[in-house]
């Protein structure tokens, strides 16, 4: 009875002590109790990887107190719900950041100092949980930051791929790819959740039945694996509230395979049961899109299917009818990768819950949101001969509610057969295939872009006919960045700078409060120490490249940072082809001229995808181009060329800081929004920049004159691309400026060897061959003067540090914490809910 449960609950409390202190000593006691019990070392000898598990486990015990206590008390309020489906998560390290977000940081550097470590050294010895690609993903990682920072009842959904993005090496310039098995020495940040499991079924066919005088289909599966949760706690800073990311890996089935064990094929059987496990083995590594596979589908329905009944699941436990879900269930596709949801959802609701299809649908359209990522048309597409044999039961959904939407078209824009077949979600063809943005756009209540330049785009061009549909639906939610992980935890002298100059510590959960510097624009004294920390920074990154690459640079040479995925539309040719010219210029001057240069240091780091050859050789001509200019002691130290190998999430903490200017070179048009820009803006580095993406409204909040922008502008592109084709048959060499014709020619004759090995990236920017549809020629000359500019205003150390605070303390806008609030308050429309101390 009751007073028995509530003796229970007293005798579980006396058995309790209280909630675990965070004093330095109490930090001590945890940490050497998980060095003994956890880690299983000796508390007399244990080393920095073992100090950092043992750290690991000491947080991890105080986030699941507060994971607990969050969730008992969503449980209590029961407010409405965002479910964020992503898969792909690009988290980084985590030890740093929950030790800053839980505010104990400085009692835990004290505690490990008195057992004679380092917080630092210790804090390196974490491996990255790189459980994505690039933007998409790292942005995923800042807005789960955001949404516990400002107390969002959500929760994230993802896969736990045993094997995370790709480690790059280089060998001889090459970029060679080796697995990332980064579960090899485990995970602390993880809590398995063995008894927190769902099947998710395959393949078989569709039956239709009578139920209760009535036809109804349902699905025989062919095949059974099971979903395991991995939840991993995401605090909030300044708030008790963790939210949960959650992440699925695949199982054999309990019940897989009987039927071979009886038959007696058992060595078959158990090989069969093992292959389940692959499911969720590897994430793909190719960040634009990965057509037709199988396993990757499978993965995608996968995700899908297990999240799906976790969050039925929970929503049932609260609610008895199904005409709630809208008001209590928010579901966030990002991008287009996890909407089969939108089919399975109405599965759920049709055939499990026997709604019937009129009122699933009219739930399924109150509840997905979606957001795009890219400013390409030809988006992401399943043939449907893939599916008729993995979701046999989705396909026929799919296909009706394609046939219900076209229906409706039909009456509202009349028997337009060409314009109903470019919005159908149906492509035919000779490979018929589901339209995976179509899909989601139809059934989503809200399509956002991550930037105004991608919405218009959106809106004008890429689905120009379904804006034209829906208005109402396309809204702008400019990208931002965690300013916790991007200021805080990457360059905590800034932190301090900043703290001690602004009087406050509230700008990082406020990051309006940043503009604040502006009051201290011409004090002497803070721009002194200003450009102490990033002489501090500089240093650290010098040495950092020092051991990775063996190259020495000068700290009073402007470090010139380009990092990012390669991809011929982010030009990493273009800086190369300027790394070039620059030489030139180097050799073609006298010794007094040379002594008035700016020295430079050019980095670039960034992976190709394994199988994008253009890319993987603009790595192997980065390397061939240091090679040669490194190695030219007549050049010295005026100009060097590093290539950073494995650029991922923790390199980005080092290098970002470090950097004087970054550059963002997209072809305007192309970059649906970019992040990286905000990560240097906010670590007070210049940018060199196209008008691109979200670059657009970085120039707008901080000033042209702040920033080096160059090149054609969005409605320049087009035309110059048309002109290109109109006098494409001769070759038109008077067109091409000469310095660019000369780099060229270097390149393609041999001048840093390999000639042929860069023949066909040459040719992407030649006529008759690629017909340089990113316009490198055209822009060569106004990147060049943007590049002047900059060494000229790097010259004038005073203006240059004027520029740098300007741009941090322009950077407010760009904190996912407002982009998230915006999603919050005007798509899913969901309320704070703070865990009461
Ligand atoms: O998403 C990126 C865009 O290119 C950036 O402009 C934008 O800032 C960022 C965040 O909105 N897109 C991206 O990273 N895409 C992928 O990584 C990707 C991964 C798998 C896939 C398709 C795209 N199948």
């Given at each position: 009875g009751l007073g028995e449960h509530r003796a229970k609950a007293e005798r579980m409390f006396s058995l309790m002590d209280g909630f675990l202190k965070n004093d330095p000593i109490s930090l001590q006691k945890d940490i050497l109790h998980h060095v003994e019990y956890t880690v299983a070392r000796s508390r007399f000898s244990f080393d920095d990887?073992?100090?950092?598990?043992?750290?690991?486990?000491?947080v991890r015990d105080r986030l699941i107190e507060r994971w607990h206590d969050t969730h008992i008390y969503f449980k209590r309020t029961k407010p409405k719900r965002l479910y964020f489906l992503s898969l792909e998560f690009l988290m980084g390290r985590s030890l740093s950041n929950s030790v800053i977000n839980l505010g104990i940081e400085d009692q835990c550097a004290e505690a490990l100092n008195q057992l004679g470590f380092e917080f630092e050294v210790v804090a390196e010895q974490e491996g990255d949980a790189a459980l994505g690609n690039g933007g998409l993903a790292r942005l995923s990682a800042c807005q789960m930051d955001s949404l516990a920072t400002l107390d969002y009842p959500a929760w994230g959904y993802g896969l736990r791929y045993e094997y995370g993005l790709f480690r790059q090496i280089i060998v001889d310039g090459f970029q060679h790819e080796k697995p990332d098995y980064w579960l090899n020495f485990g995970n602390p940040w993880e809590i398995e959740r063995i008894h927190v499991t769902y099947e998710v079924k395959f393949y078989g066919t569709v039956e239709e039945v009578e139920m209760n005088g009535e036809k109804q289909k349902v699905w025989i599966p062919g095949e059974t694996v099971e979903a395991v949760a991995y939840d991993n706690p995401i605090p909030?800073?300044?708030?008790r509230n963790t939210i949960n990311l959650r992440l699925w890996a695949a199982k054999p089935s309990s019940k897989f395979d009987l039927e071979a064990y009886n038959t007696g094929d058992y060595i078959n059987s158990v090989v069969n049961r093992q292959n389940a496990e692959t499911i969720s083995n590897v994430l793909y590594p190719d960040d634009?899109?990965?057509?037709?596979?199988?396993?990757?589908?499978?993965?995608?329905?996968?995700?899908?299917?297990?999240?799906?009944?976790?969050?039925?699941?929970?929503?049932?436990?609260e609610h008895t009818n199904f005409d709630e879900l809208p008001e209590k269930v928010a579901l966030h596709l990002n991008d287009t990768h996890p909407s089969l949801s939108?089919?399975?959802?109405?599965?759920?609701?049709?055939?499990?819950?026997?709604?019937?299809?009129?009122?699933?649908?009219?739930?399924?359209?109150?509840?997905?949101?979606?957001?795009?990522?890219?400013?390409?048309?030809?988006?992401?597409?399943?043939?449907?001969?893939?599916?008729?044999?993995?979701?046999?039961?989705?396909?026929?959904i799919l296909y009706e509610i394609n046939f219900n939407f076209l229906e409706e078209m039909k009456k509202r824009i009349g028997l337009d057969y060409s314009r109903l077949a470019l919005l159908s979600i149906v492509e035919e063809g000779a490979m018929k295939s589901i339209r995976m943005a179509n899909l989601a756009i139809v059934c989503s209540h809200t399509v956002n872009g991550v930037s105004k330049l991608h919405l218009e785009k959106l809106k004008t061009k890429t689905f120009k006919d379904f804006y034209g549909l829906y208005p109402e639906k396309f809204q702008c939610k400019t990208n931002g960045v965690s300013q916790r992980r991007w200021i805080v935890v990457s360059?905590?002298?800034?932190?301090?700078l900043i703290s001690k100059w602004l009087g406050t510590e509230a700008w990082i959960r406020d990051a309006d409060l940043l503009s604040g510097l502006r009051d201290h624009l011409d004090n002497a004294d803070f721009h002194l120490e200003w450009k102490m920390v990033k002489k501090v920074n500089k240093m650290r990154l010098a040495e950092y490249i020092e051991a990775m690459s063996g190259v020495k640079v000068s700290l009073d040479a402007m470090f010139d940072v380009q990092v990012k995925r390669i991809h011929e539309y982010k030009r990493q040719l273009l800086n190369i082809f300027g790394i070039i010219h620059r030489y030139n210029c180097l050799k073609?001057?006298?010794?007094?001229?040379?002594?008035?240069?700016?020295?430079?240091?050019?980095?670039?780091?960034?992976?190709?995808?394994?199988?994008?050859?253009?890319?993987?050789?603009?790595?192997?001509l980065c390397h061939a181009v240091a090679e040669k200019i490194n190695n030219d002691t007549d050049i010295g130290d005026l100009l060097k060329v590093v290539f950073i190998p494995d650029y991922n999430v923790s390199v980005a903490e080092l290098v970002i800081p470090g950097a004087d200017l970054s550059q963002h070179l997209s072809?305007?048009?192309?970059?649906?929004?970019?992040?990286?820009?905000?990560?240097?803006?906010?670590?007070?580095?210049?940018?060199?920049?196209t008008a691109d993406g979200s670059t657009v409204e970085i120039i707008e909040e901080i000033g042209e004159d702040n920033l080096f922008v160059f090149g054609a502008k969005v409605h320049e592109v087009e035309k110059r691309r048309q002109k290109r084709l109109s006098n494409l048959a001769p070759l038109q060499p008077a067109k091409v400026p000469l310095h660019f014709a000369r780099v060229l020619r270097m390149v393609r004759d041999g001048y840093f060897g390999h000639n042929d090995y860069f023949k066909s990236l040459c040719e992407t920017v030649e006529f008759g061959f690629g017909n340089d549809y990113y316009l490198l020629t055209s822009d060569f000359g106004s990147y060049l003067e943007a590049q002047a500019a900059a060494d000229k205003a790097f010259v004038n150390q005073d203006k240059w540090t004027r520029m740098s605070i300007l741009s941090v303390a322009g950077s407010g806008r760009f904190s996912s914490d407002r982009t998230i609030q915006d999603y919050a308050e005007s798509t899913w429309k969901i309320s704070p809910c703070r865990c009461p101390l």
């Open positions: 990887f073992e100090a950092y598990q043992a750290l690991a486990h000491t909030g800073y300044g708030t634009r899109s990965h057509q037709g596979k199988e396993l990757r589908l499978k993965q995608q329905y996968f995700f899908v299917s297990a999240s799906l009944q976790d969050i039925m699941r929970r929503f049932k436990e939108i089919a399975e959802v109405m599965r759920m609701l049709v055939d499990e819950e026997h709604l019937g299809w009129h009122k699933a649908w009219d739930i399924v359209c109150k509840i997905f949101s979606f957001t795009t990522h890219t400013m390409v048309t030809d988006g992401e597409k399943i043939p449907v001969e893939l599916l008729e044999n993995l979701l046999p039961r989705h396909l026929e360059n905590p002298g800034l932190r301090d073609n001057m006298d010794k007094d001229s040379r002594r008035k240069v700016v020295p430079r240091v050019c980095i670039i780091g960034g992976k190709a995808a394994p199988g994008y050859e253009i890319a993987k050789k603009i790595i192997k072809t305007a048009g192309n970059e649906a929004s970019g992040t990286g820009n905000m990560k240097f803006l906010m670590n007070g580095c210049l940018l060199l920049a």
